[in-house]
């Protein structure tokens, strides 16, 4: 197990995730101009492998970076998605400590799913 803040050179961080758009895209600009656009997508599953854990729900949020974040302007509400990108959890000091937020996914490649055969990608 590597140190925080090393390279871990070998290990892959990369997620693959379906689901369904719950609330529209939030767009923000960085400070250095790129634009950026946050939505959350809902995964619900039944699963017997799974067990004892059967029922399986998550909401996560997908930010998309750059010429990505422009076309989420074109996902709806209720849109079926597949998401393929790298999870990302927001860190800080205070007083001394490290602390932790908020899970997300940096997507790399947004493929729509329901009858809109297009795919997207950054």
């Known amino acids: 197990m590597s140190e925080l803040g090393q390279s871990s050179v070998g290990i892959v961080n990369q997620t693959i995730l379906n689901g369904v758009v719950i609330q529209p895209a939030e767009f923000r600009f960085t400070p250095t101009g790129r634009q950026v656009a946050m939505l959350i997508v809902e995964h619900l599953s039944e699963s017997e492998k799974s067990a004892p854990i059967q029922h399986l729900e998550l909401r996560m949020p997908v930010v998309a970076l750059g010429d990505l974040a422009q076309t989420c302007r074109d996902i709806a509400v209720g849109q ?43």
């Open 80 to 122: 079926n998605i597949r998401v393929e990108g790298s999870l990302n959890q927001k860190r800080w000091i205070r007083d001394g400590k490290v602390r932790w937020g908020k899970t997300e996914l940096i997507a790399r490649t947004i493929h729509l799913l329901d009858d809109k055969p297009a795919v997207i990608n950054n």
